[in-house]
């Protein structure tokens, strides 16, 4: 089946710190990869992507992912955390299923708090 | 640029009643739409999602139904809210190509 698993509910990081947020994916075929973020009562907001080529991706807000095929791994980076960066981060995956390539398979969030 | 509006912003309904949630999205042609419910602040549940006017796919067997009367406008209804139909609610779209999918604002709905 496929899935997307965010090992962490919550990641705390002091402000300055580098952070990670780690996301795991697994899906038959080539996968394209996402990173959202989620401010309080607000809707999802799209960070980077991952289609193809250069493993590591770079996004808005200065984040940055790595791609990982061999660990079939998607993990969100950034080398100086703000406490503006604190927020809810969600990894998706797009379903590779026959059909299906307009859906994402989404993990279900980390919570990251950047500490002052 | 494109615009993903809802309306409203916050909804407390009563059980039992009608529910009708609004998604336009301006600066794009044949998006697709999608539909998600959240829970409790975290996980997405995508509720529905179309391809075109009038193509609804359905997600998960409920109470809610969906319908894309035009090209840039899908709706979420009820006939009859439950107490379970309470969370956030998203609209996103995005096209065919590019798979990303950008989100509106949400509505909170509140079924007491």
């Known amino acids: 089946a496929q899935s997307v698993a965010q090992p962490e509910d919550q990641v705390n990081v002091a402000e300055g710190n580098p952070l990670t947020v780690k996301c795991t994916y697994s899906v038959s075929g080539n996968p394209y990869l996402f990173w959202y973020v989620q401010y309080p009562n607000r809707g999802l907001q799209f960070l980077l992507k991952y289609i193809t080529g250069d493993n590591l991706v770079k996004g808005s807000y200065g984040f940055e992912a790595e791609f990982n095929k061999s660990q079939t791994s998607f993990h969100l980076k950034k080398p100086s955390a703000l406490v503006s960066d604190s927020a809810l981060y969600f990894c998706a995956v797009r379903d590779t299923h026959a059909g299906n390539n307009r859906k994402l398979i989404w993990g279900l969030g980390t919570s990251l708090a950047v500490n002052p | 640029s494109q615009t993903i509006h809802q309306w409203p912003a916050t909804l407390v309904q009563p059980v039992g009643s009608p529910l009708s949630l609004e998604c336009t999205v301006e600066?794009?042609?044949?998006?697709?739409l999608y539909w998600y419910r959240q829970a409790a602040g975290r996980g997405l549940q995508l509720l529905f999602y179309s391809v075109g006017i009038g193509q609804i796919s359905s997600e998960v067997p409920q109470n809610l139904s969906a319908s894309r009367p035009q090209d840039r406008q899908f709706i979420l209804s009820s006939k009859k809210l439950l107490l379970s139909d309470s969370g956030f609610y998203l609209c996103a779209w995005s096209v065919t190509d590019h798979y990303e999918q950008y989100f509106g604002p949400g509505t909170r709905l509140t079924v007491t």
């Open positions: 600066g794009t042609s044949n998006p697709n």
